[in-house]
């Protein structure tokens, strides 16, 4: 099954009120269980970032810090956009354990760039900007497993 089939099956359970759709499709078979968005605490370091000359956003970067539910959510109301999981499993920051992270806080991202990797069901699935910004948070961290819809990156 192909991801574009993936991507459009997530999407009709995710506006439906089914909670769970199972699929099978020659030798594919596909269960999607549509859960409540889990948002942990995780260890983040936020640089400085300039939005404007006349709007300046300034975040405290000593040392990565604990960040609370509470703060996540400021940072999302604060961001122009989240970055979230289009499927359940497990985020990797790089293409591979020695290689750089995609992006990291500070990153200026594109339309269209990858900016990490979920692992499903065996397959590596690169996750795409659908907007242009700064990586101003990272949410997860890599080898961590995410649920559908999950928060991965706030953009601004």
Do not use: W
């Amino acid at each position: 099954m192909d991801l574009k089939k993936l991507k459009r099956l997530i999407s009709i359970v995710e506006s439906s009120a089914i909670s769970e759709l199972e699929l099978t499709d020659g030798d594919s078979k596909v269960r999607i269980v549509k859960s409540t968005p889990q948002i942990h605490n995780q260890m983040v370091g936020v640089p400085s970032v300039m939005t404007s000359q006349d709007n300046i956003h300034t975040v405290n970067m000593a040392s990565p810090h604990k960040i609370s539910d509470q703060s996540v959510a400021d940072i999302a109301e604060e961001s122009s956009f989240i970055v979230r999981s289009p499927m359940v499993g497990t985020f990797y920051s790089s293409s591979a354990p020695n290689n750089p992270p995609f992006v990291s806080v500070g990153s200026v991202v594109s339309v269209g760039d990858v900016v990490c990797i979920i692992e499903a069901m065996k397959l590596l699935n690169e996750i795409e900007t659908e907007c242009s910004g700064v990586v101003v948070s990272i949410f997860v961290e890599n080898g961590e497993p995410v649920e559908f819809n999950q928060p991965l990156f706030a953009l601004r």
